[in-house]
């Protein structure tokens, strides 16, 4: 997905976000996954790994961390 589009939802196509948007998107992101996994994330997770493959990558170094593996 280019950077700036949000995926089709609610029968709403792809558009630009706007910047307050983004850091809303972002803070609910970080805390969904804080909510799943008990892990505290950065808000800037989004930025520092923009990527889903990276953000993946990312929490499952922290999670292998904290169980020790």
Known sequence: MRPGLRPRSAG????????????????NLCVDIEEATG??????????HP????ITAHLTE????????
């Open 62 to 69: 922290l999670l292998s961390r904290r169980s020790g593996v």
């Open 51 to 54: 990527t889903i493959d990276a």
């Open 39 to 48: 892990l505290l994330v950065e808000p800037t997770l989004a930025w520092d």
């Open 12 to 27: 709403h196509g792809p558009g630009p976000l706007r910047p307050r948007s983004r850091r809303r998107s972002t803070l």
